[in-house]
């Protein structure tokens, strides 16, 4: 007679915390959870500590304190009398710009530069090489250090465009200037641009061809600045003041976006019309003139209405250009060596990356016909791509990282305005790093996320 | 030349020195070196030569202090600090003292906890301008584009000067002495705005120095002065007393020629001889030995020599001793008597 | 059927090829002039190069080499006519300079010791990088390595570098005791419990004993010697100080000379700076030789005095902790409860803030019993810094300010890899393991680290770090760099690996499992050794990496190469020089960092050829 016993109940004892693998993992997650805790705890304890005993309780209150210094870069109004907390945005707008621009040149060099380090030419080939080696092997700093030279060094001062025989003159038909402050180009301006410091129009703006002028974000009625805003009538009605609202949109910009979004709409349109066409009968309607047009008219009929004209730079009086839009020597600097620097190591991937696609792939898009410039970009880069993607987020993200080397040639990016001239006015070293720390963790992270949204887009999807 | 091969010369660099409860002077005799904080490079303030040894106007400061308290004016380790970290150094006792052409102001004396022990030079923030713009006035600059040295209160004396006379400008803000020189010299920007006495350093070195000028304005006061930690009274008072000494000497025409043989004996001057240690025990009151002036003193000579020897007029920095003189020569350096 | 004439019986003799198509010209329409758009590239390239060098040549080739200040520079550029900006550079700077450059302000006399610890350097790795050209018996000398480097750049008894070692060897005694009786789990944490306390205490303890006892025992010879050697600097400093006068003087005659030889139209500038430059190169010698003796004169008296007060403080010791505990004894119950609670600076800071109600007089006993255990504690260091210094036997302490020019990039570098490289491991191993809450921690870690710029980590090591730890830790801010710089590497060395752990084929977890290995078993004898081999070169790069990073520290006002070009600038010898130092330096790093790229490349091939079947 065989009896069924329950099988043994197991009763928990202590030791099978440590000898049991089932419990094991979850000792050592509770021990490495409480250590970081208690390290955590150590750390922020000794902080209070350390800062009581210099008397300097953290608080983000000087945030909102005025900066009191000028920004010579901004993408937003500011002037010295705004909040730390601005100028630090202020810092952070200039930093995703250089950061933008950056990534964009250094991509476009770099693929130019991998291709053509593959080149049968051998004079062009070395050159490359002797580039991506240069530019590998020397500290980015140096660089942005070097760039910045040698525009101040080998570029006209301003000065000497002025007078009865300049020195230097002005390129593209007189309309850029291009000096060792910057380069000034014309500036396209709207019907309401054409006011003086203090919005008063310089010509009265012809007939109704007076552009959209500004939206002000959170006007705020009791500003002086909004009163021509607020008004009804008067030359200057609904139109803001400088330094009224949170920001300002410049709704001239917006149509011409909407107007444009609009024409490549229409254009793929018409592509996609053709494409059905083609594929019906065998034969491609000519579309390019209409596909250019419902991109061009709309937008010079905008221009036209909106009362569109250029400022030109010029130096007759003063110390500086003035008129028209000018990019300082530091974003330049800046651009150009971070540009320079992360296009070398985009070359280096760009070449693995072309290297890694097989030479049966080259050769069968020749068996079809394909000219090596086709066979470039219709066969072997697509593929490249897949290779390519992983590094090149990473180096979009070094070179994000470098820009806060900005300080070096004095561009006021977050490092320069939050941790640097705030942090120097208000001794709050705790609070503004962190910050900072905070903010380009938030810009990586974010890169990091898009990108990689990306990457999975345009890889292989396996059947 | 017989090398030292002598081994155990040097103090254990202590991981916790400050951890010692005693205050900075007992740290810093037990150390047998003074930690003093100056700048990583400036024209006959501080800067350091080929073979490592430090010399300048602020670096005379430091070996006066290390002579008085250690009897040795090489015993000084040269910390240098940007304008970031240097109050962070000197918060967190990496350095004893700072003497790093820093502005005494009301808000690094209350706000940051410091003491200024008092004012080696009186500055103010100036303007330099190459001739040929033709300008005699800061007020001209409407429109220009201004250099300006960060990590000081530069810009926000800047700032003010500009928006109080309503005019515009370019602010191109700049790290180093020697990048802002550069920029300024290639016409980058019009103007370079920096204390008087940068000014003056700057424009002494540059190839052709008549071609620029300083213009008269001066649009700021900056007291620069060494300062110690607040709260440590008994250093702060070392401090304090040896930059009086130095100035007390030149009153009293005290040189480092004569001071070994004034110190000798005590002569007719009772004040001289409450200075130099043979009357009284003021260096016994501060906690050093009674002969600490005259080490001090000895060192690089007084306030005047140091001036002249780093910064005057037979220097190429060659600046004027203008607010700088002594009282009696209708200037500004005063000292509190010795009594 | 022999009428075959037609058929050829004898070749013809090959002909040369067209001249076009071989030789130089051959070879330039294959590789420079093929095609339209070939061509264009051609000529524009040779053009960049023309235009370049023409430009760098004349600037190059400057006969300035023996200039000892940048106005001689120029007035030797002058003399030839070459006039303004671009004139030529001004050589004598790096001439002056270039020891600086390399060694910053690390004593002269011992410049041979960072020299002998990189080559050691070498040695050390050379076992790990050449494993298939060097004896594997090598490597006990790379296991000792991590501890000789930094005994021999910033010197110190000879004891602490053993004491450090033995603390290893201890650690994994005991994990081999203790595994053996208990878990090997169990052994872990028993050697890094161990490991932390003796590095915590156990290394000062041991050493301070071996101090006082030697120190003891050597003090009155050694105060003797010291005695001696001060008379002999002394009277060595006076006769350098008369030679320096009468090189000064010789110097100046010369170029006394020189005022009127331009004015006589005499003997060019350049050979007059060339005739003073034995002169100034002898003044220079001079100079340092009478500073390094300054210096090491100060050293001995600052020692002669506290080996003097020495007796002295060891009399007073016991009255004054005597003292100290009557004293703290005698505090009244209320004020001592507090601060046994919360400390004495707490208390201190309390009275001020919140106005406790404490009677004055407790206040002031409160007080007295503060500066008591001060003194106590100052004492007690004075007399043990003092027995120290007495008994070192070893090399001279060098502090790392000291520390510059290049060899603190390399310093910097050398130190935060080594020591990222096993924090490296430990993080990418947590971040592969399958305990999500290790997981997670090393991933936030690893992320936190890579998202922020290497500047904003060297801002907290330069402001923040001293406030992060316990009130009164002090270091200095060239070791607060390398721990931050540790950091920062450590996150991009776990990437390192977990791409080499990915890299290997599964089969190889599967087979440690099936040999019954457990989790470290596996790691150490299987997984690891061949992870770390594929990621060689991803250390090499990470290396290069962080080395030209090292330049950031000038930010913080650290003297690395471009720190020191600060510096350099603010001799007014040398203001207004910019290029050539720039030039020297970016030279250096090109130098260092492309011989270390060229090296990964090879191992990457070697390594390539190794996996090819």
């Known amino acids: ?463 | 030349m017989k090398k030292t091969v002598f081994l155990g010369a040097l103090t254990v660099a202590g991981l916790a020195a400050g951890a010692a409860a005693a205050g900075t002077l007992d740290d810093v005799k037990a150390r047998g070196k003074l930690n003093c904080g100056v700048s990583t490079g400036l024209v006959g303030f501080a800067a350091a030569d080929a073979n490592g040894e430090w010399d300048g106007f602020d670096v005379a400061v430091c070996r006066a202090v290390a002579a008085a308290v250690l009897g040795d004016p090489k015993a000084v380790e040269f910390v240098p600090t940007t304008g970031k970290t240097r109050f962070t150094a000197l918060a967190s006792g990496e350095v004893d003292m700072l003497a790093r052409n820093t502005t005494w102001t009301f808000s690094r004396d209350v706000d940051l906890k410091f003491t200024f022990v008092g004012v080696n030079y009186y500055d103010g923030q100036g303007f330099m301008v190459p001739k040929e713009l033709g300008v005699s006035s800061a007020k001209e600059l409407d429109g220009s584009t201004v250099c300006i040295q960060t990590g000081t209160t530069t810009e926000l004396n800047l700032a003010d000067f500009f928006r109080a006379n309503n005019i515009s400008y370019e602010p191109v803000p700049i790290e180093t002495n020697a990048e802002a020189q550069q920029q300024y010299l290639a016409g980058a920007c019009d103007v370079y705005t920096t204390d008087a006495s940068g000014l003056a350093a700057t424009r002494a070195t540059f190839e052709t120095p008549g071609d620029h000028v300083v213009l008269p304005e001066i649009i700021s006061k900056e007291p620069l002065g060494p300062l110690v930690r607040h709260g440590d009274d008994e250093w702060g008072d070392v401090v304090r007393w040896t930059l009086n000494a130095l100035v007390t000497a030149e009153e009293l025409g005290i040189t480092s020629a004569n001071v070994k043989e004034m110190a000798s004996a005590a002569g007719n001057n009772p004040e001289i001889n409450r200075l130099l240690g043979t009357e009284g025990n003021l260096g016994e009151m501060l906690g050093l030995s009674a002969d600490w002036s005259v080490n001090a003193i000895a060192t690089n000579g007084n306030y005047g020599e140091i001036f002249e020897k780093n910064i005057g007029e037979n220097t190429p920095i060659g600046l004027s001793r203008g607010l700088n003189a002594q009282w009696t020569n209708g200037g500004l350096i005063y000292s509190p008597p010795f009594r | 059927m022999s009428d075959v004439s037609y058929v050829r019986t004898e070749m013809v003799p090959e002909q040369e090829p067209p001249a076009s198509t071989t030789g130089i010209i051959g070879w330039m329409r294959e590789n420079l002039f093929s095609g339209w758009f070939n061509t264009v590239l051609t000529v524009l390239s040779a053009l960049l190069i023309f235009f370049v060098l023409s430009v760098a040549l004349p600037w190059l080739f400057s006969p300035t080499w023996q200039a000892a200040s940048l106005n001689e520079c120029r007035a030797i550029l002058h003399e030839l006519g070459r006039d303004g900006h671009f004139a030529g550079a001004c050589w004598g700077v790096i001439r002056d300079r270039w020891v600086q450059l390399f060694f910053g302000f690390y004593p002269a006399d011992l410049y041979w010791r960072p020299i002998l610890a990189f080559l050691l350097l070498g040695m050390a790795l050379a076992p790990v990088l050449f494993s298939d050209k060097v004896s594997p018996k090598l490597l006990w000398f790379s296991a000792i390595y991590p501890v000789l480097f930094p005994w021999m750049l910033w010197g110190g008894a000879v004891w602490t570098p053993l004491l450090v070692l033995a603390g290893f060897v201890l650690a994994y005694l005991v994990y081999s005791y203790v595994e053996r009786s208990a878990s090997s789990l169990v052994g872990l944490i028993a050697a890094v419990v161990f490991a932390a306390v003796w590095f915590a205490w156990g290394v000062g303890a041991v050493s301070g004993l071996i101090n006082s006892s030697i120190g003891a025992a050597r003090i009155d010879g050694q105060l003797e010697q010291t005695a001696a050697e001060i008379d002999r600097l002394q009277s060595e400093i006076a006769r350098l100080e008369g030679e320096i006068e009468t090189a000064e003087a010789a110097v100046n005659a010369v170029m006394e000379g020189e005022a009127s030889a331009e004015e006589s139209g005499g003997r060019a500038y350049r050979d007059l700076i060339a005739e003073a430059r034995p002169l100034r190169d002898k003044l220079d010698a001079l100079r340092s030789e009478i500073g390094l003796a300054a210096t090491t004169l100060s050293d001995l008296q600052s020692y002669e005095r506290q080996m003097e007060q020495l007796p002295a403080l060891i009399e007073k010791l016991p009255g004054l902790r005597d003292a100290a505990d009557a004293a703290r004894a005698a505090l009244p119950d209320t004020v001592s409860k507090v601060v046994s609670e919360n400390g004495f600076k707490a208390l201190t800071k309390r009275i001020v803030d919140e106005n406790l109600d404490i009677p004055s007089e407790d206040v002031d006993a409160l007080e007295e019993v503060l500066r008591l255990e001060g003194e106590v504690l100052f004492t007690e260091q004075t007399v043990e810094s003092t027995y120290a210094n007495a008994a070192l036997i070893g090399l001279r302490p060098v502090e790392s300010r000291n520390f510059g020019g290049m060899m603190l990039s390399l310093t910097i570098g050398v130190v935060a890899i080594a020591i990222s490289l096993p924090l490296g491991i430990l993080l990418a191993l947590g971040r592969q393991s399958n305990l999500p809450l290790l997981k997670a921690l090393c991933v936030g870690f690893i992320e936190f680290i890579r998202g922020v710029p290497l500047i904003t980590l060297l801002f907290v090591a330069s402001t923040l770090l001293n406030i992060f730890l316990p009130p009164g830790t002090n270091f200095d801010i060239i070791l607060r760099v390398i721990i931050m710089a540790t950091l920062f590497a450590s996150a991009y060395m776990a990437e390192v690996v977990r791409g080499g752990l990915a890299a290997l084929p599964k089969g190889q977890y599967e087979g440690a499992d099936s040999l019954g290995l457990n989790y470290w078993q596996a790691q150490r004898l299987i997984i690891m050794p061949q992870a770390l081999k594929i990621s060689i070169p991803g250390i090499v790069s990470t290396f290069i990496g962080l080395f030209k990073d090292t330049t950031l520290v000038s930010i913080i006002g650290l003297l690395d190469p471009l720190g020191l070009s600060n510096n350099i600038r603010a001799d007014a010898a040398w203001n207004g020089v910019v290029w050539e130092i720039y030039g020297f330096i970016a030279l250096m790093f090109f130098v260092f960092c492309f011989s270390m790229s060229r090296y990964s490349m090879y191992l990457e091939r070697k390594l390539h050829t190794g996996h090819s079947r």
């Open chain 1, 1 to 463: 007679m065989v009896t069924l016993s329950d099988p043994p109940r197991e009763s928990f004892r202590l030791s099978q915390l440590i000898y049991d693998t089932r419990y094991r993992s979850m000792t050592i997650q509770v021990v490495a959870l409480i250590g970081f805790l208690i390290l955590l705890g150590w750390l922020f304890s000794n902080t209070m500590q350390n800062l009581t005993e210099l008397g300097k309780e953290p608080s983000f209150r000087f945030l909102s304190d005025p900066a009191g210094y000028d920004i010579n870069q901004r993408l937003i109004d500011y002037n010295n009398q705004d909040t730390h907390l601005r100028a630090a945005f202020i810092g952070l707008l200039n930093t995703l710009l250089v950061a933008f621009l950056g990534c964009i040149t250094a991509t476009v060099l770099g693929v130019i530069i991998g291709v053509l380090r593959l080149s049968k030419n051998w004079l062009v080939a070395r050159l490359m090489t002797i580039y991506v080696e240069m530019f590998r092997n020397v500290p980015v700093l140096l660089w942005i250090v070097f760039v910045m030279a040698i525009l101040i060094e080998s570029l006209p001062a301003p000065r000497a465009f002025k007078g009865e025989n300049p020195s230097a003159t002005m390129k593209v038909f007189d309309t850029v200037a291009v000096t060792n402050r910057g380069i000034y180009v014309p500036e396209v301006q709207f019907g309401r641009d054409a006011k003086d410091d203090k919005g008063e129009y310089l010509d009265e703006p012809t007939g109704w061809r007076t552009g959209l002028g500004d939206f002000p974000v959170g006007a705020d009625p009791d500003n002086p600045s909004c009163e021509s805003y607020f008004a009804s009538e008067g030359p200057m009605a609904g139109e803001p003041g400088p330094g009224c609202g949170r920001f300002q949109i410049s709704l001239d910009l917006m149509a011409i976006i909407l107007v444009l979004m609009a024409g490549f709409y229409v254009s793929h349109r018409i592509k996609t019309r053709a494409d059905h066409i083609q594929e019906a009968t065998g034969e491609r309607p000519t579309t390019w003139y209409l596909r250019l047009g419902v991109i061009v008219i709309p937008l010079a009929i905008l221009f036209w209405a909106m009362g569109t004209y250029l400022t030109y730079p010029s130096i007759e009086r003063g110390f500086n250009f003035q008129g028209g839009t000018h990019m300082r020597n530091s974003l330049i600097a800046l651009w150009l060596a971070l540009s320079l620097y992360t296009a070398a190591f985009i070359a280096e991937i760009v070449r693995a990356g072309i290297m890694a696609i097989s030479h049966g792939q080259t050769e069968a898009a020749a068996a079809l016909g394909l000219r090596p410039k086709r066979i470039m970009s219709l066969v072997i880069l697509p593929q490249a791509l897949r290779v390519i993607i992983p590094p090149l987020i990473s180096n979009y993200l070094n070179l994000t990282k470098n820009s806060s080397l900005a300080i070096a040639v004095g561009y006021m990016d977050i490092t320069g305005t939050l941790m640097g001239i705030t942090l120097n006015q208000t001794g709050r070293e705790l609070e503004t790093v962190l910050l900072g720390m905070l903010i380009y963790l938030t810009i990586s992270l974010s890169i990091s996320a898009v990108m990689n949204w990306y990457n999975n887009s345009v890889k292989l999807v396996e059947r």
